[in-house]
Nanobody, 121 residues
Framework: VQLQASGGGLVQAGGSLRLSCAAS????????MGWFRQDPGKEREFVAA???????YYADAVKGRFTTSRDNAKNTVYLQMNSLKVEDTASYYC????????????????WGQGTQVTVSS
């Protein structure tokens, strides 16, 4: 599975961005699709995930502000980010997990390149 993330950018605090992650090369619908983020000098952390049957999971830090969704016909997963905060600044990565379980990055076999999100105050 090849993953291509896009949609990052610079936004003011309180604004919104939508990240997209396009998948190719394998059956997309059977994977758990996750979003992680990493700020320089920090560990990569779980942000959100969506299962093959549209179950969604969120980190406490983003719950109520971020929404993940998937379009299996387009082999694309999305992360809608609203009410952005300065602390959301990071490189965001999408990843595919064929095993189930959503929170551990070790479950994710395939990773896209990061897309930078910068939130200014």
């Amino acid at each position: 599975v090849q993953l291509q993330a896009s949609g990052g950018g610079l936004v003011q605090a309180g604004g919104s961005l939508r990240l997209s992650c396009a998948a190719s090369g394998s059956t997309f619908s059977g994977y758990v699709m996750g979003w992680f983020r990493q700020d320089p000098g920090k560990e990569r952390e779980f942000v959100a995930a969506i299962t093959w049957n549209d179950g969604t999971y969120y980190a406490d830090a983003v719950k109520g502000r971020f929404t993940t969704s998937r379009d299996n016909a387009k082999n694309t997963v999305y992360l809608q980010m609203n009410s952005l905060k300065v602390e959301d600044t990071a490189s965001y990565y999408c990843a595919a997990n064929p095993y189930g379980g959503v929170y551990s990055e070790r479950r994710y076999n395939y990773w896209g390149q990061g897309t930078q999100v910068t939130v200014s105050s």
